[in-house]
């Protein structure tokens, strides 16, 4: 696994990197936004560990602009802790994010997890491709395809549709959403479901604004439903 690291910090970047490659990781490092891009642009990367404060270009628009041309997996690291800069940083496409201080375990325990939920190790006991409609989960490219369209998905929001497709029809509180999907003791709050779903809908209804996949259930939660 390749991992690059984005920080301006010089000695932080050093003791995240010197302890990765303990793991047996590749580690690449970028110290401001333009030679992240190009980085994450250039070269075969698993994982992305992206501070929000950068020079030249900041945290969010390098999460912006690597979403453009890669579903990589995004790690956002944030000083602040304010819960709407964690949700933006969401929002931007990032899947995770960890605020300053942080213990080096924490990170790994994070960088483990949402590495896990981009392999399909999770779904040996599945077929390879799912079907319920005209929508189709494809395991090992990790992305949907629903009528002629392919639409790629970051690694949350193929969580969150192998959920909702694989129950078609069962009603998922925002609080079993992140029991499920986020997989471990996560800091955040429903807000955070609520952004997925939104992202989730602007990739694959016809009109967000009237769902025909995804529904909500009022006062209750999401659902999927054929269409």
Known sequence: ???????????????????????????????????????????SIDLII???????????????????FS??????LTAKNEDMDKILGLEYGADDYLTKPFNILELKARVKAVLRRMTPAGSQTK???????????DYNLRHVVIGDRTI???????????LFVCNAGKVYSRENLLDIVWGYDYPGDVRTVDV???????????????????HTKWGVGYYFKEA
């Open 71 to 76: 579903n990589v997996p995004i790690v956002m």
């Open 196 to 214: 997925h779903v939104r992202r989730l809908r602007e990739k694959i209804e016809p009109n967000p604004a009237e769902p025909i996949y995804i």
């Open 127 to 137: 077929e390879s491709v799912v079907s319920i409609g005209n929508v189709k989960l």
């Open 152 to 162: 790629d998905l970051t690694a949350k929001e193929f969580d969150l549709m192998d």
């Open 50 to 68: 992206l501070d929000l404060m950068l020079p030249k270009i900041d945290g969010l628009a390098v999460c912006q602009k690597v979403r453009e």
């Open 1 to 43: 696994m390749k991992i690059l690291i984005v920080d301006d910090e010089k000695l932080l970047v050093k003791g995240i990197k010197y302890n990765f490659e303990q793991e047996g990781y590749t580690v690449l490092a970028a110290y401001d936004g333009e030679e992240a891009i190009k980085m994450a642009y250039d070269k």
